[in-house]
């Protein structure tokens, strides 16, 4: 079974700053990654994702993530947080990319301060 | 760019009737997901449709039951509907086939049952 697991289910930054957050994963198969955003009342949009091919993956509104498969992790990354980066951010997981169900982490709500 | 529209957005209903979910998927989109997302919860996988035929089956209830018409749109019925179903429900196509078939969301219908 496969399953992601985020660390932290709250990460509060200054605007301009860093954003990091943190995502692994346990998988027996090579998996297939996810980083979806959800903003209040809206549905999941996708960031990014990790398909095999190149470990770095930039996604839209800057964000970027890496797979280390040495550390079971895709964390997310941006380098200069906005406003409106505030947001839920859910890391998921997929067997492979042909039509498979994802299995979501817990969410990390990040905040953005001005 | 068309998305994955769902009807209705809001539902409210009182225990132990049925509620119908509808799903009308991105055009040539062939794969349809339906998730729950409980009140600060991730998504949970409930089933899914890949030519009208059921592929994946999650954590649906047995009072639940879904499938996929011949038009690729999706109905969701729930009956003897219980306190905790109240949920925000997404559902999500994909094309498989066509490079990272990656599921696009829709935007929720929120059910409140009381």
């Known amino acids: 079974a496969q399953s992601v697991t985020q660390l932290g289910s709250h990460v509060s930054v200054s605007e301009g700053a860093l954003v990091l957050l943190r995502c692994n994963y346990s998988?027996?198969?090579?998996?297939?990654l996810f980083w979806y955003v959800q903003y209040p009342n809206q549905g999941l949009q996708l960031l990014l994702k990790y398909t095999s091919a190149a470990t770095l993956v930039k996604g839209i509104n800057g964000f970027e993530a890496e797979f280390k498969k040495s550390e079971t992790s895709f964390h997310l990354t941006k380098p200069s947080a906005h406003m409106s980066d505030a947001a839920e951010y859910f890391c998921a997981v997929s067997p492979n990319n042909a039509g498979n169900m994802l299995t979501f982490g817990g969410g990390t709500r990040l905040m953005v301060k001005p | 760019a068309a998305g994955v529209i769902q009807s209705p957005r809001h539902l409210i209903k009182e225990k132990r009737e049925t509620a119908t979910l509808k799903c009308y998927p991105i055009?040539?989109?062939?794969?349809v997901y339906w998730y729950q997302q409980g009140p600060g919860q991730d998504p949970q996988f409930l089933i899914s449709?890949?030519?009208?035929?059921?592929?994946d089956k999650g954590s649906i209830p047995d009072r639940f039951s879904a499938q996929q018409f011949s038009d690729y749109h999706s109905e969701l019925n729930m009956s003897s509907l219980e306190l905790g179903d109240s949920a925000l429900y997404f559902c999500?196509?994909?094309?498989?086939?066509?490079?990272?078939?990656?599921?696009?969301f829709g935007p929720g219908t929120r059910l409140t049952v009381t």
């Open positions: 998988s027996s198969v090579p998996p297939y």
């Open positions: 449709f890949y030519e009208k035929m059921q592929s």
């Open positions: 055009p040539r989109h062939d794969t």
């Open positions: 999500a196509s994909s094309q498989t086939g066509v490079g990272a078939s990656e599921q696009y």
